[in-house]
């Protein structure tokens, strides 16, 4: 199954990368938000995009994406060097959740969201729960190429 959002773009993209690019096996979760409210497209010299694919425990997504509302929420009101904090739910598989973020800099990241009182709760209750059974990170700088919204 492909989301008909990301399949257009996984076609012209998966030649790019030794392995499939599977971002067309993702819908969005509407959760969180492409583009920070009123700053858009904002290309920064040197920001940091993640992509994190979480693997979950059977039957612990609803609750994970009801503690991934709260964060985002947070993230939007308090990290507002935080340019992207979007989720998405795999369409095959529905242990897999996988969240885009893009940050202005290595610290806003470090310090800022990870030091965050509701990320600790959250992803600490994550932890001890044993919801989070794999967690791969993609990390890259943003080349200021493409668009995430349309003007």
Same mark, same amino acid.
Request: glycine share 8%; hydrophobic share 40%; with cysteine.
């Given at each position: 199954? $492909?989301?008909?959002?990301?399949?257009? +773009?996984? /076609?012209? *993209?998966?030649? #790019?990368? =030794?392995?499939?690019?599977?971002?067309?096996?993702?819908?969005?979760?509407?959760?969180?938000?492409?583009?920070?409210?009123?700053?858009?497209?904002?290309?920064?010299?040197?920001?940091?995009?993640?992509?994190?694919?979480?693997?979950? $425990?059977?039957?612990?997504?609803?609750? +994970?994406? /009801?503690? *991934?509302?709260? #964060?985002? =929420?947070?993230?939007?009101?308090?990290?507002?060097?935080?340019?992207?904090?979007?989720?998405?739910?795999?369409?095959?598989?529905?242990?897999?959740?996988?969240?885009?973020?893009?940050?202005?800099?290595?610290?806003?990241?470090?310090?800022?969201?990870?030091?965050?009182?509701? +990320?600790?709760?959250?992803?600490?209750?994550?932890?001890?729960?044993?919801?989070?059974?794999?967690?791969?990170?993609?990390?890259?700088?943003?080349?200021?190429?493409?668009?995430?919204?349309?003007?």
């Amino acid at each position: 199954m $492909k989301s008909p959002g990301f399949e257009v +773009f996984a /076609a012209g *993209a998966t030649p #790019l990368f =030794a392995k499939p690019f599977d971002l067309a096996d993702y819908e969005p979760a509407n959760i969180g938000f492409l583009t920070r409210p009123g700053v858009g497209r904002e290309f920064i010299k040197d920001s940091i995009v993640l992509s994190v694919e979480f693997e979950l $425990k059977p039957g612990t997504r609803d609750r +994970f994406l /009801a503690d *991934a509302e709260v #964060l985002a =929420a947070d993230v939007l009101a308090n990290e507002p060097n935080c340019l992207s904090y979007y989720y998405m739910k795999s369409l095959d598989n529905p242990d897999k959740v996988g969240i885009f973020e893009r940050y202005k800099t290595r610290h806003d990241i470090d310090v800022v969201h990870r030091g965050a009182e509701v +990320f600790k709760k959250i992803f600490g209750g994550f932890e001890k729960d044993g919801i989070l059974v794999k967690r791969s990170i993609i990390e890259c700088t943003d080349s200021g190429v493409g668009f995430l919204e349309r003007a």
